[in-house]
């Protein structure tokens, strides 16, 4: 019905720039919030950053000031925006949407299945 699909996971250096894109397709009737979350390895899956329809947004306080997440609701699609990479960015980046097929359908929340960063010299 519903996929998420992230690109623009890769390899770079300290003090780089990336840009993460993460394409909702299928069944949509609308999109709520739209997140990033990452996950290192042993480590929990956090949220990095939201951006809601009305366009809210949350940053966790470890990247405020270096990330900045967008979207384009024309191509449903959410960007991650990050600059100023260190080591411990370094994680399995995986975003997700809160999303309604139908008009009187519920919201669910669909994930993509990943896009690594990799931070290092």
């Known amino acids: 019905q519903v996929q998420l699909v992230e690109s623009g996971g890769d390899l770079v250096q300290p003090g780089g720039s990336l840009t993460l894109s993460c394409a909702a397709s299928?069944?949509?009737?609308?999109?709520?919030?739209m997140g990033w979350h990452r996950q290192a390895p042993g480590n929990q899956r956090d949220l990095v950053a939201s951006i809601a329809s009305d366009g809210s947004i949350f940053y966790a306080d470890s990247v405020r000031g270096r990330f900045s997440i967008s979207r384009d609701n024309a191509k449903n699609t959410v960007y991650l925006q990050m600059n100023s990479l260190k080591p411990e960015d370094t994680a399995v980046y995986y975003c997700?949407?809160?999303?309604?097929?139908?008009?009187?359908?519920?919201?669910?929340?669909?994930w993509g299945q990943g896009t690594q960063v990799t931070v290092s010299s």
């Open positions: 299928g069944t949509i009737f609308s999109i709520n919030v």
């Open positions: 997700n949407g809160y999303i309604k097929t139908a008009l009187l359908g519920p919201v669910n929340d669909y």
